[in-house]
Nanobody, 116 residues
Framework: QVQLVESGGGLVQPGGSLRLSCAASGIIFGLYDMRWYRQAPGKQRALVAAITRGGRTNYLDSVKGRFTISRDNGQDTAYLQMNSLKPEDTAVYYC??????????WGQGTQVTVSS
C-alpha cells in the first residue's frame, strides 16, 4: 500500500518560514519524481515545485528564490523549505509522486496559513 504523509504545515506570520515533509512508503522512492502542489480556496491546484529522480528541480515563478525542494532517498522523504512566506502562499499543500510508468500518488495535504 502506497502512502505519502505530509507534515510541517501550520500558521506562520508573513516573512516567516516553514518546512514541509513528505514521507513515502510502499514505493521505491528513488525511482519517483516528487512534486509539491498547492490549492487555495476557490482556485485550481497548482504545481509549486518539482524534483526529478535525478535531482533536477523546477519552481513556480512566484516562489523562486523563496522555496527549495529537496529529497533524501535514504529516508524516503521529500521536503519543501519555504522562506519569506507571504499571505498569498496560504493553501493546502499536497505531495505527489510520479513513477516511471506514470503511476501517480497523492498525500492527504497539509494546511499552510500565512497571516499576521
Amino acid at each position: 500500500q502506497v502512502q505519502l504523509v505530509e507534515s510541517g504545515g501550520g500558521l506562520v506570520q508573513p516573512g516567516g518560514s516553514l518546512r514541509l515533509s513528505c514521507a513515502a512508503s510502499g514505493i521505491i522512492f528513488g525511482l519517483y519524481d516528487m512534486r509539491w502542489y498547492r490549492q487555495a480556496p476557490g482556485k485550481q491546484r497548482a504545481l509549486v515545485a518539482a524534483i526529478t529522480r535525478g535531482g533536477r528541480t523546477n519552481y513556480l515563478d512566484s516562489v523562486k528564490g523563496r522555496f527549495t525542494i529537496s529529497r533524501d532517498n535514504g529516508q524516503d522523504t521529500a521536503y519543501l523549505q519555504m522562506n519569506s512566506l507571504k499571505p498569498e502562499d496560504t493553501a493546502v499543500y499536497y505531495c505527489n509522486a510520479e513513477g516511471t510508468f506514470s503511476e501517480n500518488y497523492w498525500g492527504q495535504g497539509t494546511q499552510v496559513t500565512v497571516s499576521s
